[in-house]
């Protein structure tokens, strides 16, 4: 068998890098790791593309996810799309045995996390298939100030064929040399499909050593005009070719069907006491 074709583009963060501890709210963060160069990947960050300054709408709407899971942990990103919610990736979320939400556009010198409160995986979701890969992340406490929910693409609208659009992400820049995570960066890309394999997903260009890598899961696409949210990174095809893949699938979060989920699914986790 050959390598895969795709991969899902969340970053896997092992044991040993668990050193964070006091460089974030202690009490929080005690436990989590810091993002070293040296991590491993098995899922997109944002390559050859800018940091995002503090203060932008991207950095005011975007938000870093780390994942206690099984074996360790996993960094992913999501966007605030209401003051208590985080719209993330299923792939993300699903087996995560405990949420950190943190805020600030470099993950070292970060001043504010929260813990999730509860959390929603998509029904039917499962890794690898084609399955919606959205999720949904619930807090306490409110936005912290500077912050503010993404303004999402109309209902009137969808995106289009060859229409430019920005990627935002945490992940490493380079599948090869797996570093550079931790860091809010984004990068124009194009719509190559607005279809995909189900009517829900949107294909990006990976071309000119750009795009979405491991770290990149669950974050935002962006109108290039606007910035308004319509995409949740979901996964890569041929992730070995670098520097990280040849296209990038979005889930496409402004489908009629992904709206009434994502707003019957805020309802029923405003429901849920906390801890679920």
Not at 95 to 118: D, P, Q, S
Not at 134 to 163: C, D, H, N, Q, W
Not at 190 to 205: D, L
Request: charged share 20%; glycine share 10%; net charge positive.
């Amino acid at each position: 068998m050959g390598k895969p074709a795709h991969a899902g583009i969340f970053q896997r963060l092992p044991r040993e890098d668990n050193v964070i501890k006091n460089t974030v709210l202690p009490s929080l963060l005690a436990g989590l790791i810091t993002l070293a160069p040296s991590l491993s990947h098995s899922s997109p960050t944002i390559a050859g593309g800018t940091e995002v300054p503090p203060g932008h709408i991207i950095a005011r709407t975007t938000v870093a996810l780390l994942m206690d899971v099984a074996d360790g942990q996993a960094l992913c990103t999501g966007s605030i799309i209401e003051d208590d919610i985080i719209l993330t990736a299923a792939h993300c979320i699903d087996g995560a045995i405990k949420t950190t939400i943190v805020f600030g556009t470099e993950l070292r010198k970060a001043r504010h996390v929260t813990l999730a409160t509860a959390t929603f995986v998509a029904p039917g979701y499962r890794t690898n298939a084609k399955t919606p890969d959205i999720a949904l992340v619930r807090f306490e406490g409110g936005l912290p100030a500077g912050y503010e929910t993404a303004e999402i693409m109309p209902s009137t609208r969808s995106p289009k064929k060859r229409e430019r659009v920005i990627l935002a992400g945490y992940g490493i820049t380079s599948m090869k040399e797996q570093k550079g995570s931790g860091v809010l960066r984004q990068v124009e890309q194009t719509i190559t499909s607005s279809s995909g394999p189900q009517a829900y997903e949107v294909t990006v260009t990976q071309r000119g050593k750009t795009g979405a890598c491991p770290g990149d899961s669950g974050g935002p696409a962006y109108t290039e005009n606007g910035h308004q949210l319509f995409g949740i990174a979901s996964r890569i095809f041929l992730p070995f070719i670098s520097p990280c893949g040849v296209r990038a699938v979005y889930t496409n979060a402004n489908h009629p069907e992904m709206r009434q989920l994502i707003q019957t699914e805020i309802e029923n986790l405003r429901k849920l006491p906390s801890g679920r």
